[in-house]
């Protein structure tokens, strides 16, 4: 047993340098693959935003639409109340008093500033939408930018790993 130690001490002393050189791009190799690693993951990241970001952005198309058909009931229905109230009013033979005129036109008023401000409402909800929509846009661009700067700079840390093991493997070999 011991001349079987003494054979492979012999061998490493012998080789110290082929071993020191293959621990060496072990390292720099393990450091490139998880350099790659996050730049893969950051490409994966890019796209889930991005795909959250469609996705918003689709939901600011339906909120403007669905608010649009909803102006356009709300006019319908302003219209409607509009025409009883005249009718009513005709019907009760005050249609040409100065009063019922503006109490009709202070109604119009109020039912078109009713319909604004349901129009503002949906609008500021697209709007957000489409805000949000331009954050994950511009997390993915970052989850892809660090992703990208983790691969580059694993290209000097491998660097780094492989002259730093082949000192420590190599001075470790020859003592």
Known sequence: MAATAAAVAAWAAANSSTIALTAAIASATATVASGYQSYKEGKEQQKAYNINADILRQNAARKRLENSLNEDILRQENRE???KARAAMAEAGVI???????????MGAEQEQNVLNQRYAGETEAVNYMNQAAMQSYYGKAAAASGRSAFKMS?????????????????????
Request: proline share 0%; no cysteine.
């Open 96 to 106: 040409t008093s100065a009063t019922t005129t503006g109490v009709l036109g202070q």
């Open 155 to 175: 290209f000097l840390k491998a660097g780094i790993n492989a002259v730093t093991t082949y000192m420590g493997v190599n001075s470790g070999l020859s003592s």
């Open 81 to 83: 109340k509009l025409s």
